[in-house]
């Protein structure tokens, strides 16, 4: 008899064979079966061609412009007069209504943009963490 499995957007059980495979589930099966696989991919393929993903380039150059608009955020958050952040990262989320993976990500881009700065509190423990500095350069 053979195994079957199964797939709950089509809501029948199918052979083993009818899964590709994936070493990350338990039981080394995609949850899905493969024409409900390529019903979704054909779904969502539209939208890629009609709106195709940008070059690595310009979804830098998106990613800078984002940032700066945060800084910018920041700016009047904390006020225009601010040169340093003296939050964690979940407390400046919190106060712009940005989720903290985004004000992470932010951060460090203006960083490698070079518009703030972060002084670690103690250089030999630089666990003990970090203040993030907001330089008034102008980007490049």
Request: proline share 6%; hydrophobic share 30%.
């Amino acid at each position: 008899m053979a195994i079957v499995k199964y797939c709950a957007p089509c809501g029948k059980e199918k052979p083993t064979s009818e899964f590709y495979k994936n070493k990350a589930t338990k039981d080394g099966l995609e949850r899905v079966c493969k024409k409900c696989s390529y019903a979704r991919y054909n779904a969502r393929a539209p939208k890629q061609r009609d709106n195709p993903n940008p070059n690595p380039f310009e979804r830098a150059c998106s990613r800078e412009s984002k940032s700066v608009k945060f800084l910018e955020t920041l700016l009047l958050v904390y006020g225009p007069d601010t040169y340093c952040i003296d939050q964690t990262v979940d407390k400046i989320a919190e106060h712009t209504n940005v989720p903290s993976v985004s004000v992470f990500r932010y951060l460090h881009t203006l960083l490698k943009l070079k518009l703030v700065t972060r002084r670690y509190h103690n250089l030999q423990d630089k666990s003990m963490g970090y203040d993030w500095y907001i330089s008034m350069n102008k980007p490049h």
